[in-house]
């Protein structure tokens, strides 16, 4: 067991190269916002990951330009 720890301490670290896989709509339905889900992925490992991004532009007050 020991020496599988070891032999993972001696593989070199992934420097994460993300690839754009798809984006899709998401709701966060605590709070009430809109906006998309990207999603990526490493390269060379496999390691995923999501970046969100909530559509807050709109303004509901028209009179606060």
């Known amino acids: 067991m020991l020496g599988k720890w070891i032999n993972k301490e001696k593989e070199p670290k992934c420097i994460h190269k993300y690839n754009f896989i798809k984006t899709q709509d998401s ?8 906006g998309t889900a990207s999603f990526y992925k490493c390269e060379k490992c ?5 970046e969100y991004k909530y559509n807050n532009d709109i303004n509901i007050n028209p009179w606060n330009m």
């Not at 966060?28 to 809109?34: L, P, V, Y």
């Not at 496999?46 to 999501?50: A, D, H, L, S």
């Open 27 to 34: 709701e966060n339905f605590k709070t009430g916002q809109m």
């Open 46 to 50: 496999g390691k995923e990951k999501i």
